[in-house]
């Protein structure tokens, strides 16, 4: 199947377009995502409130989260992977390692076997 993207532009879009599935799952099923990927830094709330919300959301706390951010300390590493983050990986500075890191994650995130929500 090809690839969807739904592109938030905020903490708070991101919470209200998962909110909205989990409401209509309750009456229709739903193409749920396979995967999240997550900045820490986006506009008005940090994307931990994200994390926070899918991870405190039984219907979504299956999801595999990565969080992709330019803002990389070891705090802000652990504290991702408290929140429940499955994975960290700081944004490349250079197109060709974006590519490989891309193509990284596609390979390892493709083939793993994802709880069904």
Known sequence: MPFQWHVAESAERGISYLESLVNLSREHPVRWPDLVILD????HASGFKV?????ESPKLRPLPVIIFTGCSTPERMKQAYELGANAFHEKPVSFTDTVKLVGSIYSTWSTAKLPTL
Do not use: N, Y
Not at 40 to 43: A, F, H, L, N, S
Not at 51 to 55: A, C, D, S
């Open 40 to 43: 820490i830094v986006m506009p």
């Open 51 to 55: 994390l926070e919300f899918i991870r």
